[in-house]
């Protein structure tokens, strides 16, 4: 349902980002703890009588975390929001590692099992509850997290495999170009190809670097895709596959093929001597693998 405001296109749109403000963490953490109930098979508060489960015991939740994300932010030893530090609104003030929070928000999701039954216990003013083995209420989750992500403008997705994505914008990576890298019939090059695709839509920023190295890795190895013929002859042939045996295409794709082989032997990408270009701007990442997938994009639909 949309507003009168944003009907009307009255409302200034959302800027989109990838931090994670105090207030962005304060609604996906409050989500998280909504759904404490259905993560307390995991971590159970025993009823006095003994007879189930009444609750989440964060004791042992707190304790868990510690070790399974250690970087959750803490406030007197236990898991919470941030917040602001002397009254003051820098974004210095937010002390926080947001990609911890999207470890919780993963956590909680991978965790959750519906609740079989309500059991009113009124003497001790709970219910004791029973757990069935299926997940149905990550649905409610996802749909929640999601709405967060969208109506703050964060570009983050927690997918239907429980696992939070980057939503990449203006990327040559769609849906239809990742249908067509899982068809590559050559293993090890679809599985650089895969790892690739899932270091490039991580959350963190670092991953991009791995990402665009993968992708080269792939490239190389398509270069040889043509098993019978050494790695120069097999180029050949998909750049001429590709090109229809047109002069000017031939020309064309063999100068991408050749300005990528650069890209990946002069910039610290597949190589780490101190006589490497260093790529500094993580921006630069994306132009990079925007770059090297649509070549490799186009050449895989010419593969036989």
């Excluded at 650089?192 to 270091?199: R, T, Y």
Aim: one cysteine or more.
């Amino acid at each position: 349902m949309s507003y009168f405001t944003e009907r009307h296109g009255m409302r200034v749109p959302i800027e989109r980002t990838s931090i994670i403000t105090i207030e962005m963490y304060a609604l996906l953490f409050d989500c998280c703890e909504s759904y404490y109930d259905y993560i307390s098979w995991k971590f159970p508060e025993q009823c006095p009588d003994g007879r189930g489960v009444c609750g989440i015991d964060m004791e042992k939740l707190n304790n868990y975390l510690s070790f399974e994300i250690p970087t959750l932010f803490r406030a007197y030893n236990k898991i919470a929001k941030p917040y602001k530090k002397n009254s003051g609104f820098s974004q210095d003030d937010e002390d926080f590692d947001q990609y911890a929070l999207l470890d919780f928000v993963e956590f909680v999701g991978q965790n959750l099992n519906d609740i079989k039954k309500r059991i009113s216990h009124s003497y001790f003013g709970h219910d004791d509850m029973i757990f069935s083995k299926t997940s149905d209420i990550f649905y409610d989750y996802h749909s929640e997290i999601n709405d967060i992500f969208k109506k703050t403008g964060l570009l983050y997705t927690i997918t239907e495999n429980k696992i939070v994505e980057r939503v990449v914008e203006n990327s040559v990576l769609s849906a239809e170009v990742e249908n067509a890298l899982n068809s590559v019939k050559e293993q090890g090059t679809k599985e650089l190809l895969e790892e690739a695709v899932a270091m490039f839509k991580h959350p963190n920023p670092a991953a991009r670097k791995i990402a665009v190295e993968k992708l080269w890795d792939a490239f190389e190895r398509l270069k040889t895709y043509y098993t019978t013929l050494d790695k120069k002859a097999s180029a050949a042939k998909i750049v001429n596959d590709m090109s229809g045996g047109h002069v000017d295409f031939i020309n064309l794709f063999n100068d991408e093929f050749k300005a990528l082989t650069d890209i990946g032997n002069g910039y610290r990408i597949r190589h780490h001597e101190t006589n490497k270009i260093d790529i500094t701007d993580v921006r630069h990442y994306d132009y990079f693998f925007n770059r090297c997938l649509s070549l490799i994009s186009t050449a895989i639909n010419y593969l036989s």
